[in-house]
């Protein structure tokens, strides 16, 4: 049969644990997409193992980070604590990427990280040595 669910959301798993998702518009339908995603991820990830995520968001203007911070709280909360939470860096266009790191950064959040997709490289040896 063939499958013809809408996709707003790409999913593209690597080897070294690193977990991909290209968002294809700005829509909470995109968000829960890939929280879906994630929490098959998650399913199939063992408590000692903390998953690496790539969220490439450089192909719309923006998803609604409001409700992505949301759905990844419901996400973290029913995960059993003695789980390793992930590391997210997130390609983001504009200036709201370098507004949000120095956000994180003064609360000392190390767990997320905006990158420019130039930078996408960059982006993956910091989730490696995360």
């Not at 998803?63 to 590391?87: C, D, S, T």
Request: aromatic share 8%; charged share 30%.
């Amino acid at each position: 049969m063939e499958n013809t669910k809408p996709i707003h959301c790409t999913y593209k798993p690597y080897d070294d644990n690193i977990h991909e998702f290209i968002i294809h518009e700005s829509s909470r339908l995109a968000v829960d997409q890939m929280v879906e995603y994630i929490s098959e991820v998650m399913e199939k990830t063992s408590d000692d193992e903390a998953p690496l995520y790539l969220i490439d968001n450089s192909q719309v203007a923006a998803v609604p980070l409001k409700y992505l911070a949301q759905r990844i709280r419901e996400v973290n909360h029913n995960r059993p604590r003695e789980r390793k939470p992930g590391h997210i860096a997130i390609l983001y266009e504009g200036i709201i990427g370098d507004v949000a790191n120095i956000l994180l950064r003064s609360a000392m959040i190390n767990k997320f990280r905006f990158f420019a997709p130039a930078k996408r490289d960059e982006a993956i040896e910091w989730l490696k040595n995360s």
